[in-house]
């Protein structure tokens, strides 16, 4: 009975410094998501997207900014600045694309003005 006790003893105490050097190794090391979050900050493509965001941003608030539509642009971004474009022309009732001034009508269609002054519906 002594031996059973003193064999459940050392199993015990062996258990207990074992997860006390584990728990020590992992204090030393730093946690993976600080890792993470670091490197998250120093990705280009981060930094490449909160540009596009605060550029965008900026294009949302201002509806006199032209927006620039091109052929090499990709698919995301056409989408990214025709949706740009169509919440100004709601909210604003103006939007400037590609150099024209586009105005929102009153029963909802788009219109600009011609070089005589007259709406021209699109």
Known sequence: M???????????????????FRNKINLNKKPMFLNRFKLRFKNKNRLREKLSESFSNTLMLDPDSNITIHSWHSELELREKADIHKARLSKYGRSKMNGEMLFLGPKGGVYKYTSEGKKKYL
């Open 2 to 20: 002594s031996l059973f006790i003193l064999v459940s003893c050392i199993v015990i105490l062996l258990i207990i410094k074992r997860s006390f």
